[in-house]
């Protein structure tokens, strides 16, 4: 399936939209227990997961019981639900991550996330690194404090290339058939600049296109 027929079954199953991304939608289990997140496309995420894997036992991390690819490029993940956690203590985590202090399972995952960049620097395109603020920092129901989503891409640059020659992109990164779908496209475009951007697409992989 791709992320719209996932997105619509789990909500047939009683899955209810919580959140919205830029890169990705977010549905809460029924049970409350768990949040399944959806993305069209988005090539940074395979990096958070990896890491995850790299330290399944570190408190700061969630609890992934899922992570697949779907039909087009995009991802379906399962994980712990996470909520919201007070503003100042995220600012805190966060200037910890930045100022390399914390406790040592942080310094741990710190560690894990600069290799895992270093790795995804030389191997993904429009890579753009580390990014951790206040709002990648959430409280997991028995009270932990969990980081999501530390790794992101140069969307403004990848997205440009779409424009310039989305070719390009096709070339480079496999599964971009709806790079058009993430969150931050619908909601902070124009109606101009998504036929812009639609119109590039289409030109790229008519028969005729180079």
Known sequence: MNHREVTAELVLEGWVPCGLGDWATALRSPDGAMAARVCPFDPAYAA???????????PYLPRVVLDTPLEGGGTLAVLEFLAP???AR????????REGGGEAALAEVRRAAAEVDAECRATVPWWDGVDLNPGNVRRALDGRVVL???????GAALYAQ????????????????YVLDIPYIA???????IQALRDALTASRSPTAR
């Not at 999501?148 to 140069?154: A, G, P």
């Open 90 to 97: 995220a600012e805190e985590v966060a200037r910890q991550w």
């Open 148 to 154: 999501i989503d530390v790794f992101c891409m140069d």
């Open 85 to 87: 956690l007070e503003q």
């Open 187 to 193: 909601r902070e475009s124009t109606p101009e600049e």
């Open 162 to 177: 779409i424009l310039e020659d989305a070719a390009v992109v096709s070339d480079r990164i496999s599964g971009t058939r």
């Open 48 to 58: 958070f997961t990896e890491l995850c894997r790299r330290l399944p036992d570190n």
